[in-house]
């Protein structure tokens, strides 16, 4: 299959995947993460800044259009759409893998349309982590980047039916692109999370900047699945740790190693953002959900739920009492359920979350 259809695929898997949701929502992760409620803490919403540092630009909102697609006519189009609603509302967006574009550089537009729309934003490049430092330069080059994303997925490539199955030069593959670009390098994965050891190991290739993508959004094991002539989804396609868990057991690696953390993975609702946040993420990515109200209700109706939902952060950072989004951080977040008991076995204490901002300041 050609990559034009390979993205296609993938593009009309994904919406499957976020119509199902709506019809029949499942538990989500994020609902094991509640707020302590302290209610002489909110502050006014003058006193909240929104903006947050990543990759060394200060973003003014700590949401972003994370990587989705590109490298066909249909998905170009895509592409416009995201680039636009990025340039209106302000956000950060990134790429899709744009690996069809190191094979052939005819489908450059589909991913050129990123900057082209959106000529004063914060654009990042994607390749995966068989990219040469050369490719991974053509690649910034084309859209005037100003990072990197490099996508680690050996899930899907697994379940890929024209997939990678080596994977053992990925990491000296990582730290050459680190080296051999001059924006930084943010390595993310495709749903199925980093763990707190990764992002050691990835801070000792010279990573200093970590999406943690977990299990939760959409999921590529189930995709690549459908796309094989017998399904085999009920292997992989619960495989991986979910965002909140990926936060909690690295937030102590990133802190140690100067890394910043970004997390995306299943997140669904501007509370989510907030939890994220509060869980440790610097900015917080949406592709799947996003996407589906781009191909559901258009353009503006696009770039009215983004604006609704830097809104809503807005207002639930005042009722914490939050005034930057470092200041989440303190803030006392109850960690139950399935998330307490996975944290419990992987050595964190769930209750330390949950008095945080007794300890000094």
Not at 20 to 28: E, F, G, I
Not at 124 to 136: D, E, G, K, L, Y
Not at 175 to 193: H, L, N, T, Y
Not at 197 to 226: C, H, K, P
Request: with cysteine; proline share 5%; charged share 20%.
């Amino acid at each position: 299959m050609t990559f034009a259809g390979r993205k296609d695929d993938h593009l009309r898997l994904a919406l499957a995947q976020q119509r199902a949701l709506t019809v029949d929502p499942r538990p989500s992760p994020f609902d094991d993460i509640a707020f302590v409620h302290h209610a002489l803490r909110g502050i006014a919403p003058r006193e909240v800044s929104l903006s947050t540092e990543v990759c060394g630009a200060r973003w003014p909102v700590p949401l972003y259009i994370n990587a989705m697609t590109g490298g066909s006519d249909r998905t170009g189009e895509v592409n416009r759409g995201l680039a636009t609603a990025a340039r209106r509302t302000g956000v950060a967006i990134a790429s899709g893998s744009m690996s069809a574009y190191l094979a052939d550089p005819a489908v450059a537009d589909t991913y050129a349309v990123l900057r082209a729309e959106n000529p004063g934003g914060f654009v990042i490049a994607n390749v995966n982590a068989n990219a040469t430092p050369s490719m991974a330069a053509r690649a910034v080059r084309l859209l005037s980047a100003d990072a990197l994303q490099v996508h680690v997925n050996p899930i899907q490539e697994t379940v890929m039916p024209e997939g990678d199955r080596d994977f053992s030069a990925w990491p000296r593959n990582i730290a050459a692109m680190v080296s051999g670009v001059d924006v930084p390098v943010i390595v993310k994965e495709v749903g199925f999370g980093i763990s707190g050891a990764t992002v050691t190991q990835l801070a000792d290739l010279g990573v200093r900047a970590v999406d943690v993508s977990g299990r939760g959004g959409t999921n590529f094991a189930l995709i690549e699945s459908a796309r094989r002539e017998r399904s085999d989804s009920g292997l992989l396609g619960g495989w991986g740790q979910s965002t909140p868990v990926c936060l909690v057991d690295s937030v102590a690696a990133a802190r140690a190693r100067e890394v910043t953390l970004l997390a995306s993975g299943g997140v669904r609702t501007p509370l989510d953002v907030v939890r994220s946040l509060a869980l440790g993420a610097r900015a917080v990515g949406v592709s799947g959900y996003f996407l589906a109200v781009l191909e559901s209700d258009g353009l503006d109706a696009l770039v009215e739920v983004i604006e609704d939902w830097i809104a809503q952060i807005r207002r639930l950072m005042v009722v914490l009492g939050a005034s930057t989004v470092s200041a989440l951080s303190k803030t006392d977040v109850l960690l139950t359920g399935d998330l307490a008991e996975v944290c419990r076995l992987l050595g964190w204490d769930p209750a330390d979350y949950a008095r945080r901002s007794r300890s000094p300041r």
